[in-house]
């Protein structure tokens, strides 16, 4: 059936319409993953690549995450035991911290649904991603255009700003032979004469540390982006398909049979299509649901505590540092967010779409398929994370408003300390 039990946002999949078989009409393949390509690199060089076989890389991609994602975090996680009772160090070793944990869990994403994201990569080669018309054709290089220049637009951002967060201590260091502080975690647990002998060391791990989580947020978050974006994109060819599926016909003014047999040759097409993007979402959700949620959970934290920040002394230079901060965090919410409200939008068009073709001439069969796809279209695709709540406009306001009311929160309990 095409409704599912429960009102869940899970599909179910028949056909609406008689079987007719499908012809087989392909174009050349576009390469589909080819948008990827940045992604799939970094992802070969940070050790999370699922699809390579080699014992060495296996053994390189173990030392490597190690290093950088889980010695990563377990060194700030013992470190909180160790910071001082002050205010504004703790703020900023928890703003990130919270970082760190969102990286850990996207890696352990990659690793542990990697062949997920192997079907994944395959759903993008096959015939649903397989355009057939020159429509389509412009459509789907219009998504990957984006995707590629997205990914770019956001790695020039955040290297940008990663060099200049982890160089300045440096460059103060070296000009005015301040003393070197560590840009991501002080290490209150290290003796001081210990960190002061290995400093350089220590400034350095940190350095390429932040800078391979820096690429680990990257293209995990563009990923995600390009997949909603091919969703859209396929939401748009399919609502191309439904508008003109009975455009070839009227044209050619065929007899009465051989019309209704095309007609439901296109309808039944559509309509398998449609089923297999709601796999293809389906399978999305399962890979990167807990991710998203974990995502959105922390940036929530991180928003608060920036803010929180603000209210606390600090050099104007530190100012502006949090303000681009929390603007990435901002947007690392509300990107996901608009892009599921517009698969949302897109789905719900199709109701409408399959009325835009000449359907009152069509056959009994025909009317009564394209009404119960439109009871079905009445629910939309919607991606969820986490079990819990769609990734939507409304879900990022809700996000925000938390993240306003756990700072008010903690400025008024800041605020009775200090009149006490």
């Known amino acids: 059936s095409l409704f599912d039990h429960k009102g869940s946002t899970r599909f179910t999949y028949t056909t609406l319409s008689v079987f007719v078989p499908r012809t087989n009409v392909r174009m050349e393949s576009l390469g589909r993953i080819d948008c990827f390509k940045f992604n799939i690199n970094f992802w070969k060089f940070l050790g999370v690549w699922p699809e390579t076989k080699s014992c060495y890389y296996a053994f390189y991609s173990k030392i490597f995450t190690f290093a950088f994602t889980f010695l990563y975090v377990i060194l700030p996680t013992v470190n909180l035991a160790y910071i001082p009772p002050v205010m504004d160090i703790f703020v900023e070793e928890m703003m990130f911290y919270f970082t760190e944990?969102?990286?850990?869990?996207?890696?352990?994403?990659?690793?542990?649904?990697?062949?997920?994201?192997?079907?994944?990569?395959?759903?993008?080669?096959?015939?649903?991603?397989?355009?057939?018309?020159?429509?389509?054709?412009?459509?789907?290089?219009?998504?990957?255009?984006?995707?590629?220049?997205?990914?770019?637009?956001?790695?020039?951002?955040?290297?940008?700003?990663?060099?200049?967060?982890?160089?300045?201590?440096?460059?103060?260091?070296?000009?005015?032979?301040?003393?070197?502080?560590?840009?991501?975690c002080n290490y209150f647990f290290l003796p001081k004469n210990i960190k002061d002998t290995f400093i350089y060391p220590l400034y350095l791990y940190q350095c390429f540390g932040i800078h391979m989580q820096m690429w680990y947020n990257v293209n995990f978050d563009s990923f995600i982006l390009g997949l909603m974006i091919l969703v859209i994109a396929q939401l748009e060819i399919l609502d191309l398909?439904?508008?003109?599926?009975?455009?070839?016909?009227?044209?050619?003014?065929?007899?009465?049979?051989?019309?209704?047999?095309?007609?439901?040759?296109?309808?039944?097409?559509?309509?398998?299509?449609?089923?297999?993007?709601?796999?293809?979402?389906?399978l999305i959700q399962d890979v990167f649901s807990?991710?998203?949620?974990?995502?959105?959970?922390?940036?929530?934290?991180?928003?608060?505590?920036?803010?929180?920040?603000?209210?606390?002394?600090?050099?104007?230079?530190?100012?502006?540092?949090?303000?681009?901060?929390?603007?990435?965090?901002?947007?690392?919410?509300?990107?996901?967010?608009?892009?599921?409200?517009?698969?949302?939008?897109?789905?719900?068009?199709?109701?409408?779409?399959?009325?835009?073709?000449?359907?009152?001439?069509?056959?009994?069969?025909?009317?009564?398929?394209?009404?119960?796809?439109?009871?079905?279209?009445?629910?939309?695709?919607?991606?969820?994370?986490?079990?819990?709540?769609?990734?939507?406009?409304?879900?990022?306001?809700?996000?925000?408003?938390?993240a306003y009311s756990f700072f008010t929160l903690l400025r008024h309990m800041q605020t009775r300390d200090d009149m006490d």
């Open 290 to 402: 807990i991710a998203l949620f974990m995502q959105f959970g922390i940036a929530s934290c991180i928003i608060c505590v920036c803010l929180f920040r603000f209210t606390l002394p600090a050099p104007w230079q530190y100012y502006i540092f949090l303000g681009t901060y929390i603007l990435v965090m901002i947007f690392q919410i509300l990107i996901p967010c608009w892009f599921g409200t517009r698969i949302i939008e897109k789905s719900q068009l199709l109701k409408f779409s399959v009325y835009s073709c000449d359907w009152t001439c069509q056959s009994r069969i025909f009317r009564s398929s394209l009404k119960i796809f439109s009871e079905r279209a009445n629910r939309p695709i919607t991606l969820i994370a986490g079990k819990m709540f769609a990734l939507s406009l409304g879900t990022f306001t809700s996000i925000m408003n938390s």
């Open 101 to 184: 944990v969102i990286g850990l869990f996207k890696v352990l994403t990659m690793l542990l649904t990697h062949e997920k994201i192997v079907n994944i990569l395959k759903v993008l080669q096959s015939d649903l991603f397989h355009p057939e018309s020159s429509e389509s054709v412009e459509i789907i290089n219009k998504a990957k255009i984006f995707i590629v220049k997205y990914w770019k637009f956001i790695a020039t951002v955040s290297v940008t700003s990663n060099l200049t967060h982890v160089l300045s201590p440096l460059i103060v260091h070296l000009l005015l032979s301040v003393e070197l502080q560590l840009p991501l």
């Open 241 to 282: 398909k439904l508008r003109t599926i009975t455009d070839r016909c009227a044209k050619l003014y065929i007899k009465r049979k051989q019309n209704d047999t095309e007609v439901l040759t296109k309808l039944n097409q559509a309509l398998q299509h449609y089923n297999e993007l709601g796999r293809f979402c389906n």
